[in-house]
């Protein structure tokens, strides 16, 4: 195993280990699933819309994500910053990079584990009536690269301060400005929604969970994720600015 | 070892180093000293690579901290003021994160916490959680955590800081421990500290360095030019002020602090360094002055520390 590889995966090892080694993934992955749950069985009112679809709940998570992938992001390194652990870990023999990918695998390991235990909710759907399986795969993936995108904000936001708060509120209003920014411009300048939908979430996260998965999709999350990290990388080292 | 040369280093508009230059060899224990905000901390970021310097430059053994700094990290174990620690971590899993990181094999991994944990006293703590520890233990994790990796400098920046004189003392012990077969650089604001650990201090001042050498040799510099203090009875003041300052050697007379009433109590500044107290002892004895106390005053480091660091 290469140096990088073993830095990377022992710095997500101990993310991981935070966050199921201490109530707060338990807790927030409990409360994740159910809001879910609400919404599906008491907002949309599941049972008297007579059809087993798990369409309406894929396409709200976007929005529930908002609040959620921030809630764990926030503290990845505001809090190395406020108890000056940063200073042993950028002394210790690991590079910025690693430091980056190795804190953001660890949210996505939480981002995973949310979304495998939120299958419950499709499950349930299925036991009942015929389920679109095929819905339901690309919605996941779906959730998977909106989650993705956000964790990856959040970490760059976490990179600013070190105040977890303040890395919370940024990453929402950053979240909501890139989901929703065409529909944003469109209200108040019609003609301009369409063009702003190449870079909004929500466009392109509409397309996958239909279940058409369209390379433009798929490049656009990587190339936010990849910007958002690289951001970060660069903040991470702003410290070297003489 | 290390060569540290004309190192700068500002802050927006405040300037924390002016210049800075020194050298240590392997195998001393250095204590780097200085009031407050003197740069001392400073320094230390820029020789473990925590932030680059504005100008100057930092070797060791010839690697620039700046060209390869995860070689000479590699080689470093840093202990940061105020050791910031994960208090939710066991302290064995936390060694152990330390050493996958400091690129230990997996096989010896268990080897090196038993090591470093014995050496620092704490291998009964290994299933704590470092949040639960007093202040000390935690001292000794931070310290554990710099030794993992068996590195050949040790940067220790405040090791002893807000322990208890007890847990002071065991530090202080291990520091030395630890100096038979390593480069100690530690920073401190505590005099006795650096007595009693350090083979050679640097004394910083308003980032710049004001002395540098072995205690003993601070000391004897300053006792270039020795006061001696005399205390007479049945001698009258002008008198004796004149004819001491008629002595040989004798650069000034001051008033001192009598120690007891009727007697005149006066301090002289050598211009070189001869002993002046034969010479006080003769004049007493000729003028039939009764001398009630005749001392050398050697300046203590503590002394010399609050001359060398009084703001101007």
Request: aromatic share 8%; charged share 20%; glycine share 8%.
């Amino acid at each position: 195993m290469t140096d990088a590889l073993r830095n990377v995966s022992a710095i997500a090892k101990r993310e991981l280990a935070f966050y199921f080694g201490s109530p707060i993934a338990y807790v927030a992955i409990t409360v994740f699933l159910a809001i879910c749950g609400v919404y599906l069985f008491v907002v949309y009112d599941f049972f008297n819309a007579n059809q087993a679809t798990i369409r309406p709940l894929i396409e709200q998570i976007p929005l529930f994500f908002i609040l959620y992938i921030p809630a764990i992001t926030m503290r990845l390194l505001s809090e190395e910053k406020r108890a000056g652990t940063i200073e042993l870990l950028v002394t210790w023999p690991v590079t910025d990079t690693q430091i980056i990918v190795g804190k953001y695998l660890g949210a996505l390991g939480i981002l995973a584990v949310t979304l495998l235990m939120s299958l419950v909710f499709p499950l349930i759907v299925g036991s009942l009536g015929e389920l679109d399986t095929g819905l339901v795969i690309g919605g996941y993936l779906g959730l998977f690269l909106v989650g993705a995108a956000y964790a990856a904000m959040g970490l760059l936001t976490s990179t600013w301060t070190q105040n977890q708060i303040i890395a919370f509120i940024l990453a929402v209003l950053l979240c909501t400005f890139f989901y929703a920014i065409d529909t944003m411009i469109g209200s108040v300048w019609e003609s301009a929604r369409d063009a702003f939908a190449a870079l909004s979430m929500k466009a392109h996260f509409a397309n996958i969970a239909r279940g058409v998965i369209d390379t433009r999709d798929l490049v656009f999350y990587a190339t936010f994720i990849v910007v958002s990290l690289v951001c970060a990388v660069q903040s991470l080292q702003a410290r070297n600015w003489k | 070892m290390i060569q540290v040369s004309n190192l700068t280093k500002t802050y927006g508009d405040l300037e924390a180093l002016k210049g800075v230059s020194f050298e240590i060899q392997r195998g001393e224990i250095v204590g780097f000293l200085g009031p407050n905000g003197a740069g001392k901390s400073t320094t230390m970021k820029i020789l473990t690579g925590f932030m680059p310097q504005t100008a100057g430059q930092v070797t060791v053994d010839g690697v620039d901290v700046n060209r390869d700094g995860l070689a000479v990290r590699r080689r470093i174990g840093y202990l940061p003021e105020s050791t910031p620690l994960y208090p939710e971590m066991l302290v064995y899993d936390y060694l152990a994160y330390v050493a996958t990181i400091r690129g230990i094999a997996r096989g010896a991994i268990h080897n090196s916490i038993d090591r470093a944990a014995g050496l620092c006293g704490i291998s009964n703590r290994a299933g704590h959680a470092i949040g639960t520890l007093s202040k000390g233990l935690k001292q000794r994790v931070g310290l554990a955590q710099a030794l993992i990796h068996e590195p050949d400098i040790l940067i220790l920046d405040e090791p002893t800081s807000g322990l208890d004189p007890n847990q002071i003392v065991e530090i202080r012990n291990l520091v030395r421990e630890l100096g038979r077969e390593r480069t100690i650089i530690l920073s401190t604001h505590n005099l006795p500290e650096v007595m009693a650990t350090c083979t050679r201090m640097i004394i910083v001042h308003q980032g710049r360095v004001v002395a540098d050498g072995t205690p003993a040799e601070l000391q004897s510099r300053e006792e270039e030019r020795p006061r001696v203090r005399v205390v007479l009875r049945g001698a009258p003041e002008a008198d004796a002020r004149e004819a001491l300052a008629a002595l040989p050697g004798v650069d000034r007379v001051q008033n001192a602090m009598a120690a007891e009433d009727g007697a005149l109590a006066l301090e002289l500044q050598a211009a070189t360094g001869t002993d002046l107290r034969p010479l006080v002892y003769a004049l007493a004895v000729e003028r039939g002055w009764q001398l009630v106390e005749l001392h050398r005053q050697v300046l203590d480091l503590e002394g010399i520390f609050r001359k060398l660091t009084q703001v101007v």
